[in-house]
């Protein structure tokens, strides 16, 4: 996603935690240390498993009742469903829209395993290149009309046109005809086509990630005749088991149950009758208002020292959870630069990374997990592969760094942003870890919006940075495809900030696209730890942790692999 | 008073257009040098060139800086602020209930802090050295030294945060929500609740305020209570609060109103650190992350409004004193020169 929960925190903690961090400290209290986080899962504080969330604020919840929930400000930056792409915004979305493919209401694995939304999974024919959807019967918008496969494709064409300039368009150019469509070279997608309640995709090559590509809430569904212009009132979000009842923006905003959802056909979703969404809420002041009975939980982190002391509050056992973002945060080395083109450079970069010094200086276990891979954790079938020692080999890194014949020291900048907490923390960290194997490190540092419009141009040959991916949809061709296919790099808006270009790594990631079904988790794995091992394009460091707090009374919580908080389990407790 | 309303009116204006004109100037500079894209923000990280390209020419920045600026001006006159990048709604649709908010916040402060220091100063000033004097000048201090982003945090916690867990300032009490820790209720909403959400964001950004204001009127009044027309007025028998309200006040009263002018139009800009630590949207948090999402519009429609606030309220301060002071709209701008005629 385009902002990540962290990208959408960090600003808040950036200055919150000036603020109101004073406030957070004095609520807290002692009491037990944290659990790490499992791989993956969600744990409750306090708890040494997944298992124990059967207690506390994670036991289901019963139907009915009101909830206040805090967002923090600019949460949502759009409800037009070809526009939102916010973390917090899609948490919303998966509240009050249906798409053709969804996720069930799980957490861990199972809730990343895409199943039928509005149509049933569909058939695939012409070796991958043809998928066929058929619609679920009795289905509705939110004003009783049927929904059907002309609305669908409106809504496709709706998302595609070059009026909406949809970010989502970007995911679905292998659609026949789309990227003219698109760029307003056509009036239609002659890949989308419609036959009584079924619809057809046609693609110019297969493409792996498919399913999960449709499970996106771009393609929201929106009736036939919905305006070609962004409509952000919510009025047009009507497939899911909520609808927005109102919406002021940057205020509040109050879910209703959707009179209309067809709970036989797409599964029972949504315990209370009304959400009232705060927007506002700052991160380091929603720690207190949960803790105060004000507000349920909170759609966003927390801020770290609030986090941390309720992780260590014996009284909040069984509210305090810690999920796993599908994030990965990394040191990139610019491999088209001297020396990071050398690969003996970039693997001792990865030896004399001291990770677990490293997520200390983040925030310690509750705030991430170390990692020496391309791929989180959340991933379906993800393998841990222990390719770098956690607490790096500095002798290790001077012998690669001998044998690779570059003449030390080596100077390099390194580009990071400064507007979110930790990153700066994290260089100055690198800084000296690399100082003590002869790489002298200068630190350059700016707002997002300012790096970013440094690192995404590859002509500026930014030696090193630190970064943050954040997955758009459970598959790793996200990560693969824009951050390391050399194939896909652009000279402007590109994502691939390491230059990294192997050709065998490009056909490797590309054959990936012609392969589903179990054998796919199980090479990506292996193109992740040859890709690490070999090439070392980067230096992955930590996947982040959201440490979420619920307050008493509150039961139903999931946080889910995908959107993270999950508003349709969250309800009262029995 | 016509002609010097029109003066200021004028010279308003052009404030407020040297205001925008730097503001947007200053974008255009920071996208030049680092490459920062409004259009890739809005694109979205999966999106190529061309599409960013596409999404530029959407949002009218494929156009040279000055024929955006032009543009804006054109729509300004008209009361349109342009959409903003970000939300794709319109500007004003945005900031007007952002500029309720902080004008909520900010008026009632100033009413507030106006409350509590004009007592305050002015017991000080009729008391000099007493205890109260002394209590008073070190209360002062210290809330002029308490910053504000430590004022707010403590207010919620201990006015807000502890009472709903049974405990006010170490007593043990029945829990009870005096205040919400976060949040704002429209006017529209509710009155009352209007009034209780914002009855700590008035106290934390009233504090400071109030301290400085009860400094300049003890310091005003305690200069004016040695001049000799105030012991002629006590010769004849005039009591003090006549000598305060009647001849004092109107002495004092525009050197305050000035000072009031600039405070209050200062801060309608955006009392930042006061909207976040209560969650209040106002006009400070959406500038805060408009200019973190390189949202020009938005960014700059809250700049100038933020200067039209201001020098609308140096404005109305410059008239009010000149109708209190009958010499500043005689000086016609030459105040010396006036003043050493009149005396």
Redo the contacts between chains.
Sequence with gaps: MSLSFSQNTRRRVTYGAVIVGVAALLAGCSGSSPAPADSGATTAAGSPSASSNSAGAAAPAVAGGAATIGLPAGGIDHLEPTLWYMATSWEVAFATCTPMLTFPDEAANPGAQVVGGIADLPVMSDGGKTYTFTLRPGIKFSNGNAITAEDVKYTWLRMLSPELASPGAGFFSNIVGASDFNAGKAKTVPGISTSGNSITFKLDKPIGSFLYRMTMPFACPVPTGTPMSAVEDGSILGSGPYIVQSYTPNQQMVLVKNPYYNADALGARGKLDTITIQIGVDANAAGLQIRAGQMATYMDRLASADASTALQDPTLKGQVFVGTLPSTTYLWLNNSVAPFDNPKVRQAINYAIDRDSLLRVWGGPSQGSVTDQVLPPTMSGWQKADIYPSKGDVAKAKELLQASGVTLPITATLRVRNDAAGYVNLAEAVQAQLAEVGINVKIESAPDSVNQGFITVPANKIPMGISTWTQDYPDPDDFFGPLLDGNRITPTSNNNYASFNSSSANTQIEAMDAVTGPDRSTQWNAIDQQVMTEDAPWAPLINPNLVSLVAKGTCGYVFHPVYALDLTTLGMCG | MGRFIARRLVAASIQVLVVTLIAYMLFYV??AV????PA?????????????A??AH?LGLDTPWYSQYWRFLVGVVHGDFGYSF????PVA??LL??AGVTASLVVGAAILWMLIAIPVGLVGALRPKSAWDRVSAIAVQIAISAPV??V???L??LL??QP??GKLFGLSIPPI?FF?????V?MSQSVSGWAISLTLPWLALAVGFAAFYARFVRAFTLEQLGEEYVLVARAKGASTPRILSTHIAPIIAPAIITLLGLDVGATLGGAL?VE??????GLG??A??AI???DYPLTIGVITFAALMAVLANTVADIAQATLDPRVRIAGGVGNRADGRLR
């Design positions: 920071i996208s680092t490459g920062a894209s890739q923000r809005v694109a979205g990280h999966g999106a190529t060139p061309e599409q960013v596409r999404v959407l970000q939300q794709r709604l649709e945005l209930p952002a982003f430590w707010a945090p403590m919620a916690y807000a945060y709903s867990q929500t919400p820790i976060q949040g704002y429209p650190f976040v630590t209560f969650g209040l949207p948090y959406m805060f992350s973190q999402n390189l």
